[in-house]
């Protein structure tokens, strides 16, 4: 175990490609094997259609060991691949090393039960280059009679879409209560199925015994760029006030813990948080649920964002941890601060959006998942669109085709006093510079929602001013 702990600490690090910043990422994985985005998407997560829906499927069971507790392991593995070259056979080694560890993050002490109330979660493994795997997790009692141990189905994927792979392991769950053998058929016919295009269907035939064959329909959100988060349980965990306090925090990019002990909370208002920054992307240390053996990860100097389970509490205090924003998911509260998380964002744009998010909480009316995703990501865009939005204004284009972003005239182009002391400061961060690097390659905007979020502002001021 002490191994692996050192693997995540040791080989995993990249550099800020403007800044030279030195990042911690989770795990390693084959970069040759990860498909590639088309310009202007981000590198986090990837939507393409026509991709394979996952990588591996792996179970990972807890063993007995000699002392007497439990070490996760893995036990099943679909597909199983061959004819790798060296190189790739250490890195799915590694990875496949990696797993279990996320899986069971919550230690070794473990006890047989005879009732246990299945869990979904997930956990990222980032690459040296920042590409990202995301690990679907399913935790559940085998059926069986007398105490049996839980055991975790685990989908390793590219593609970021939480609904979706929910839906599938409801299906995975539904066939291990009957048979190990019934999963497998399921799983090689989504294998063979592409990845749906947003707002578009994939149906998948399978066969149950003394059921005949079902017909499964996965489709993809229309909205492609939220359909890897659940805004909802960010909002039953913290109040607006707090949401803001914790996205000015991570818009300059410090260091977060959050802390709660269900699995499930933990890493959907940690991917919530992440999402806050749309357009941009978290690009340093990012575990949703650290596993007990990494919790020395918050003597991390470099920016960070973290779950940790509530239980290791004592232990994450009395670590030797640099100035961190903790967040206490259970209760709602902020138990560690800087201090000065109220004065970071324009007090304007700042009670705008606490507006805006009062008033999608309070409202009586009810909404879908799609809805609250839309109306809160709505208040974030915004805030970027009139901070940032006139960025492409100031990258000056040489005759070859490369831009250079003119720092200096894009901040003094900001008419507030207190918008551009913001701007001044988030320019300088890594996730700002390499969305500038990305948009200096190329004439062509990227991030096309962001893009048509600017076009219609300047419309509407247009307007304002014509009327």
């Not at 792996?58 to 190189?87: A, C, H, W």
């Amino acid at each position: 175990m002490a191994s692996i702990g050192n693997f995540f600490r040791r080989s995993l690090r990249r550099s800020g490609r403007r800044e030279g910043k030195e990042e911690a990422s989770a795990a390693e994985n084959n970069p040759s094997r990860m498909p590639q985005g088309k310009p202007g998407e981000r590198n986090s997560v990837l939507y393409s259609a026509g991709q394979f829906f996952f990588e591996y499927l792996v179970v990972v069971s807890l063993k007995k060991m000699s002392d007497g507790r439990y070490e996760p392991k893995i036990t099943y593995q679909f597909p199983k691949r061959e004819n790798l070259l060296k190189g790739q056979k250490e890195e799915e080694e590694r990875l496949l090393q990696a797993i279990p560890l996320f899986c069971f993050p919550d230690g070794n002490n473990w006890a047989p039960v005879t009732e246990f109330t299945s869990e979904t979660f997930s956990f990222v493994l980032t690459n040296v280059d920042g590409s990202r795997k995301i690990g679907y997790c399913r935790r559940l009692l085998p059926s069986g009679r007398g105490v049996r141990l839980p055991e975790v189905f685990c989908i390793i994927s590219c593609l970021g879409c939480f609904g979706l792979f929910s839906k599938i392991l409801d299906e995975v769950e539904k066939r291990r209560q009957i048979s190990m053998a019934v999963i497998y058929p399921f799983m090689q016919g989504l294998r063979e199925s592409p990845f749906p295009a947003p707002g578009k269907t994939v149906t998948i035939k399978s066969f149950i015994p003394e059921s005949g064959t079902e017909l499964i329909e996965l489709t993809r959100p229309v909205d492609a760029h939220l359909e890897h988060v659940e805004f909802q349980a960010l909002l039953q965990q913290l109040s607006p006030h707090l949401i803001l306090h914790i996205f000015a925090s991570a818009v300059l990019e410090r260091r977060l813990i959050f802390l709660a002990e269900e699995l499930s909370v933990l890493s959907q208002c940690i991917h919530a948080v992440a999402a806050l920054l749309y357009p941009f992307t978290w690009a340093h240390t990012y575990i949703p649920v650290v596993p007990e053996c990494l919790l020395d990860t918050v003597c991390c100097p470099t920016p960070f964002m973290v779950g940790i389970q509530m239980r290791h509490l004592e232990r994450v205090l009395d670590q030797p941890m640099e100035e961190a924003l903790i967040v206490d998911l259970c209760e709602g509260k902020i138990l560690r601060a800087v201090g000065d998380e109220e004065e970071i964002l324009p007090v304007k744009l700042q009670n705008e959006m606490l507006t805006s998010l009062n008033r999608h909480n309070n409202n009586n009316n009810v909404h879908t998942s799609e809805q609250v995703n839309t109306l809160v990501s709505e208040a974030f865009v915004q805030f970027f669109v009139r901070m940032v939005g006139h960025y492409a204004s100031h990258i000056k284009w040489s005759k070859n085709g490369s831009g250079i972003f003119q720092e200096r005239a894009f901040c003094k182009a900001i008419t507030s006093k207190t918008n551009r002391k913001f701007v001044k400061k988030f320019v300088k961060t890594n996730m700002f510079s390499l969305f500038i690097e990305e948009a200096e390659k190329s004439r062509i905007p990227q991030e096309a929602y962001f893009q048509q979020k600017i076009t219609e502002y300047h419309e509407q001021k247009k307007h304002r001013r014509d009327s």
